[in-house]
T-cell receptor, first 117, second 117 residues
Framework: DAGVIQSPRHEVTEMGQEVTLRCKPI?????LFWYRQTMMRGLELLIY????????DSGMPEDRFSAKMPNASFSTLKIQPSEPRDSAVYFC???????????????FGSGTRLTVV | AQKVTQAQTEISVVEKEDVTLDCVYE???????LFWYKQPPSGELVFLIR??????QNEISGRYSWNFQKSTSSFNFTITASQVVDSAVYFC??????????????FGDGTTLTVKP
């Protein structure tokens, strides 16, 4: 299995531009999570999906952020318009609740380092 | 509400020393799962271990060992004979089995371990 695949690995964009981060979870996993990591706030859960349905988006900082999961193998996190304070590493993770697989633990992608200038 | 506290922000040891990373958690659920993750300087987040709330047996894996004590709500992680490659940020996490938080993990703020040669 290729693991959780995120793209791009690095993104540098100008303030005001739209940014789209992509994630392909592990096949068969029924949970997908989007986290943001910064030095100031650590790991923050932004939103998570179960069977492609958003369950909790209370961590999404504001309306500029949106996330979709159109099918079981793909999710996007979009920021429009982007601001310098959005600069962070964004992680996608997937999980399944069957013990024989990931034992409920997360498998994280490599992250996308976003810099908004 | 679930909460994970890693009181040690940074720890520095010399190679071959033993080191224990503390983790204290809060939850109202009777069934839950505890995790440790490692984030080396390269940035990826790696799942290390999961423990179930109904299984207090301690676990050893090579130089790593985990001490789960339900009575004190702690899930501590010990590295024996530390090595430079153990230098990383270590995160403790908690996931409740049921309720509105089912499937979602809450992470501690992490402990940065530096192992000096």
């Amino acid at each position: 299995d290729a693991g959780v695949i995120q793209s791009p690995r690095h993104e540098v964009t100008e303030m005001g531009q739209e940014v789209t981060l992509r994630c392909k979870p592990i096949s068969g996993h029924d949970y997908l999570f989007w986290y943001r990591q910064t030095m100031m706030r650590g790991l923050e859960l932004l939103i998570y999906f179960n069977n492609n349905v958003p369950i909790d988006d209370s961590g999404m900082p504001e309306d500029r952020f949106s996330a979709k999961m159109p099918n079981a193998s793909f999710s996007t996190l979009k920021i429009q318009p982007s601001e310098p304070r959005d600069s962070a590493v964004y992680f996608c993770a997937s999980s399944d609740r069957e013990r024989k697989k990931t034992n409920y633990g997360y498998t994280f992608g490599s992250g996308t380092r976003l810099t908004v200038v | 509400a679930q909460k994970v506290t890693q009181a040690q922000t940074e720890i520095s040891v010399v190679e071959k020393e033993d080191v224990t990373l503390d983790c204290v958690y809060e939850t109202r659920d009777t069934t839950y799962y505890l995790f440790w993750y490692k984030q080396p300087p390269s940035g990826e987040l790696v799942f290390l271990i999961r423990r179930n709330s109904f299984d207090e047996q301690n676990e050893i894996s090579g130089r790593y060992s985990w001490n789960f004590q339900k009575s004190t709500s702690s899930f501590n992680f010990t590295i024996t004979a530390s090595q430079v490659v153990d230098s990383a940020v270590y995160f403790c996490a908690l996931s409740e089995r049921g309720g509105t938080n089912a499937g979602k993990s809450t992470f501690g703020d992490g402990t940065t371990l530096t192992v000096k040669p």
